[in-house]
């Protein structure tokens, strides 16, 4: 089974804070990706990546940055945190089988920034 | 970029066979249509994908008319347990297949 881990269940940060939140997944899949859920407007990609050191911005990447030093983990980098990035962080990873669209997703990861 | 649009939310009873439409008007020629379902406190979880007309596997079928531009899963004989968010979503093709979800439907099955 695909096994997508993301680092923390619940966090609360402080405005102003630099935040990481981690993704490791163990399937070797060239693609990952970040997305935020609040209620009301579903699941918005933040970015994604397709491959080690690549990165694409989605919807929403105004406040994020990413990493991707190795295949198995993407980082999202909340710069300075404020509260209006408070959200349900998902991360989640595909293979690159062509014509697969079939993403695995972490648990989540819910932030509170006060 | 295709976007999609399904009803907010349905309401069914345990045995039924439930059926949510999607629409997706603008999609394109390589764009795949996929679905994924989502318990409250989860992350997704792909149901199905397709391109045209019928697909079924051990959990839904995907019925996609011969214009692609709208889309059915069906659920035959739903339980409490389906009870959850859908998600039809377009796969762009032109896009390294980014996905896009949208609102979902929110399925209630009652007893």
């Known amino acids: 089974d695909v096994k997508v881990t993301q680092s923390s269940r619940y966090l609360v940060k402080r405005t102003g804070e630099k935040v990481f939140l981690e993704c490791v997944q163990d399937m070797d899949h060239e693609n990952m990706f970040w997305y935020r859920q609040d209620p009301g407007l579903g699941l918005r990609l933040i970015y994604f990546s397709y491959d080690v050191k690549m990165k694409e911005k989605g919807d929403i990447p105004e406040g994020y940055s990413v990493s991707r030093e190795k295949k198995e983990r993407f980082s999202l980098i909340l710069e300075s945190a404020s509260t209006n990035q408070t959200s349900m962080y998902l991360c989640?990873?595909?293979?690159?089988?062509?014509?697969?669209?079939?993403?695995?997703f972490g648990p989540g990861t819910r932030l509170t920034v006060t | 970029l295709a976007k999609t649009t399904q009803p907010i939310s349905m309401d069914s009873y345990e045995g039924q066979e439930v059926n949510i439409t999607c629409s997706h008007n603008?999609?394109?020629?390589?764009?795949?249509i996929t679905w994924y379902q989502q318990f409250p406190s989860q992350g997704p979880r792909f149901i199905i994908q397709?391109?045209?007309t019928k697909v079924t596997n051990e959990v839904a079928s995907l019925f996609i008319p011969a214009d692609r531009k709208s889309s059915t899963l069906s659920l035959p004989r739903v339980s409490l347990s389906d009870t959850a968010v859908y998600y039809c979503?377009?796969?762009?093709?032109?896009?390294?297949?980014?996905?896009?979800f949208g609102g979902g439907t929110r399925l209630m099955v009652k007893p």
């Open positions: 397709g391109y045209k």
């Open positions: 979503l377009v796969a762009w093709a032109n896009a390294g297949n980014m996905l896009t």
């Open positions: 603008n999609i394109a020629t390589n764009d795949y």
């Open positions: 989640a990873s595909r293979g690159g089988l062509a014509g697969s669209y079939e993403q695995y």
